[in-house]
């Protein structure tokens, strides 16, 4: 487990496990067991940049007992809340290089005592602990409703809390209470409705987050993938130009860069030193299969190329 007392807890409505099925040798099959869900990815990152996270979500049934396993062997602690439905699986096929899926089974209806005793559990580690990361959901695991309330306790019990959320569960949380800093994508916004296809150029970004932060954010980072980031740090506007990588796997470079937020809130971090952290962090993610992982090593070397530029609003 961790070495010493959790300096973050992770609201994670989903915890998955994952089966993925890669080329072995001699046209043979290598399968790999990894937890997964958002709040695991932010997890494993923070674990990599040597900070204590604790996992607060629901687990149950045989997938959730082979998840329990895995992320004691990884040194992750889990304050898990009991259910009855078994946790979620993702079967993939990764042989030809992309990943093919076979099969998923549905995400948990959480009964109201599970709701309940996720909201509940969550809470007081937050309360204790005074530092948060809250990530969403894919369907409705959990009711928007509650993300509000969380909105509002976690500010009245004075959290920080970092947010790596989009749509209805940003803008019920926001609407509830406080949130220190956002983390939000490009890829996001358009899921949403928010922007069209195409590049966003960096007088659009900035509205973006101005927006943002105008609803409610204090901090916004807006990640734009290949094109950096864009971001409002105490009321200061920021362009960040990162390393371009062929990367391995695109995936989890958004939940990596949350991570390195995370880190950068935890060490008290100058604006452009957080950018550059938390950028690093997802870059170096990239160029790795494995889902919120890369080396220490990587990241600290990335964080030194990374560019951070102060710009006005109206750029």
């Not at 959730?64 to 078994?86: M, Y």
């Not at 948060?132 to 509650?146: I, K, N, R, S, Y």
């Amino acid at each position: 487990m961790s070495d010493g007392p959790n300096n973050v807890v992770i609201f994670a409505p989903v915890v998955l496990l994952t089966v993925t099925v890669e080329a072995g040798p001699e046209n043979g099959a290598e399968v790999h067991l990894h937890p997964g869900g958002q709040g695991f990815w932010v997890a494993r990152m923070l674990r990599h940049l040597g900070e204590r996270p604790l996992l607060c979500g629901p687990v149950g049934g045989e997938s959730g007992g082979v998840i329990r396993g895995l992320l004691a062997q990884w040194g992750i602690d889990l304050s898990p809340v009991e259910i009855s439905a078994g946790s979620p699986v993702i079967v993939q096929d990764r042989r030809g290089g992309d990943r093919v899926q076979i099969a998923e089974t549905p995400m948990p209806h959480l009964t109201r005592h599970e709701q309940d005793d996720l909201y509940g559990t969550f809470l007081d580690h937050a309360l204790n602990i005074s530092t948060a990361v809250v990530t969403g959901q894919w369907g409705e695991v959990v009711p928007l409703d509650e993300y509000k309330r969380l909105g509002h306790d976690l500010e009245t019990g004075d959290v920080d809390v970092i947010g790596d959320l989009h749509g209805p569960e940003m803008r019920a949380f926001i609407e509830g209470g406080r949130m220190d800093v956002l983390k939000v994508s490009d890829q996001d916004l358009r899921e949403d409705g928010v922007i069209g296809e195409g590049p966003v150029d960096m007088r659009e970004g900035v509205g973006l987050v101005d927006r943002l932060v105008a609803q409610g954010a204090r901090n916004v980072i807006l990640s734009l993938a290949e094109g950096g980031a864009l971001a409002s740090l105490d009321g200061d506007h920021y362009r960040v130009r990162l390393p371009e990588f062929d990367p391995a796997d695109h995936r989890g470079a958004g939940d990596s860069m949350t991570a390195g937020l995370t880190a950068a809130m935890l060490r008290n971090l100058s604006a452009a030193e957080t950018l550059k952290l938390a950028s690093a962090a997802g870059a170096a993610n990239v160029t790795r299969h494995g889902l919120g992982s890369a080396s220490t090593n990587l990241i600290a070397e990335l964080a030194e190329r990374v560019e951070v530029e102060k710009i006005k609003g109206d750029s």
